[in-house]
């Protein structure tokens, strides 16, 4: 069994509105165990939404759609779903006189277009919606030589599609799904290329494996996305788990995190665990790492606090020599290891991090764009002394700086997991 969810509206298809509840059902139907293969956006046209419709019960056997559901002109869901079905629309005395009753209960007239709110395609079901005036619609769509297409139609406004869900249409989806369920675990990886982690995990990226493992790159983070499916979230949990040792195994220190984990938790996390506390020289961030790190560590003391600083000058000053390099934008490994044991001693933590200024760098022009590529130094300051890498950055000016935040997060992680 699988579904399509469709999208319905001309602010949707636009782009003037993002649409939010695509995503919270395609999460509520996995849950369920069911698997949505489409989401279609259509805007506010009778013919586009007709043609939608009978290509989405053609190929789903689920079908959700939100929108269209109101009393203006431009809300064609009802009309359009009669037409595919070949039926006739017909009133709802009981929805009707809900709809009377809510406009009565704040004390307003109702205005005579909400009538058709309580029009539904003959044969069809009514979904409840307590405090809203548009009922949704559950209609079942014969097909040839199989069973019908099940369509359930809901209003766009969130909170009362929500409701709609919770009541109504999951327990019916859970009988027809016949109680199966769909697990996720999401896996955060760091330090490699997307091609040099999927080499290092043998058969595990593969069409048709159980369970499956996706992989995704944002921002040079990579996410491995495993799936289940069972009678049971316990036994969704089993399946995954051998899955999990193996990746575990193969990746190591490469793995960071889980879930929505980012660098600063898995930082943060690791400090608190040890009792320790770290603080940051930023020359090239310009605050970016510390703005990650203040967000996540909250009120904890685990990150101090730190410098911006953004020429040679100011450097010197906090070193306590007057006297500044001719060069105002270079910075030698020595000055920025100096700075990194400076920041620790001044406030009083385990570590300390500085991040060296963007050298010059060469801009390439390629069939992408333009391109960036560089060396970054990093300084990690302890007890023991200091420890230098010279990171490598490549790739578009707009994401230079937060992938090299990433990577001086990771060097700290690193570190301290190594002294």
């Not at 509206?9 to 995503?23: I, R, V, W, Y």
């Not at 019916?172 to 999927?198: N, P, T, W, Y």
Request: proline letters at 5%; glycine letters at 8%; a negative charge.
């Amino acid at each position: 069994m699988h579904a399509e969810i469709i999208s319905i509206g001309d602010e949707l298809a636009s782009g003037q509105s993002l649409d939010t509840n695509c995503q919270w059902l395609a999460q509520r139907l996995g849950e369920l165990g069911i698997p949505v293969v489409y989401h279609t956006t259509v805007a506010d046209d009778l013919a586009a939404n007709v043609r939608v419709f009978q290509q989405a019960a053609e190929r789903a056997d689920i079908v959700i759609a939100t929108g269209g559901l109101g009393p203006t002109a431009d809300d064609l869901t009802r009309q359009v779903l009669a037409e595919v079905a070949g039926v006739d629309l017909v009133q709802d005395e009981e929805a009707l006189a809900h709809i009377r009753a809510l406009f009565a209960r704040r004390k307003r007239e109702m205005p005579e277009r909400n009538i058709v709110q309580a029009q539904f395609p003959r044969g069809s079901r009514v979904i409840p919606n307590p405090h809203g005036s548009a009922p949704g619609i559950d209609l079942e769509l014969p097909r040839h030589n199989r069973r019908a297409a099940r369509i359930f139609a809901l209003p766009g406004v969130p909170a009362e599609m929500n409701e709609m869900w919770t009541a109504t249409v999951a327990p019916i989806l859970r009988e027809l799904a016949g109680g199966k369920v769909i697990m996720h675990q999401r896996i955060k990886c760091f330090g490699v290329g997307e091609s040099d982690l999927e080499a290092m995990l043998p058969d595990l990226i593969c069409r048709g494996r159980i369970p499956s493992v996706g992989i995704t790159v944002s921002k040079a983070t990579i996410t491995l996305r495993i799936t289940a499916t069972g009678n049971t979230a316990t036994a969704c949990r089993e399946q995954m788990q051998p899955t999990i040792a193996t990746i575990e195994q193969c990746l190591g220190d490469l793995i960071f995190g889980s879930e929505d984990d980012e660098l600063e938790h898995a930082v943060t996390r690791l400090l608190a665990v040890r009792g320790e506390t770290l603080s940051l020289v930023e020359w090239g961030t310009g605050g970016l790492i510390a703005d990650w790190l203040a967000e996540c560590a909250g009120e904890t003391s685990v990150f101090r606090g730190g410098w911006t600083i953004r020429d040679a000058r100011t450097a010197m000053r906090l070193l306590g020599e007057l006297t500044p390099p001719a060069d105002l934008r270079s910075c030698s490994p020595a000055m920025l290891a100096r700075l990194a044991q400076c920041c620790r001693e001044v406030y009083g933590t385990t570590y300390a991090l500085a991040v060296g200024p963007f050298p010059a760098a060469e801009n390439v022009a390629s069939a992408a764009g333009v391109t960036t590529a560089g060396e970054l130094d990093l300084q990690f300051a302890s007890s023991a002394g200091s420890r230098h890498k010279s990171i490598p950055f490549t790739g578009h000016p707009d994401i230079l700086k937060p992938r090299s935040a990433k990577q001086a997060l990771n060097f700290i992680r690193l570190s301290v997991l190594q002294s």
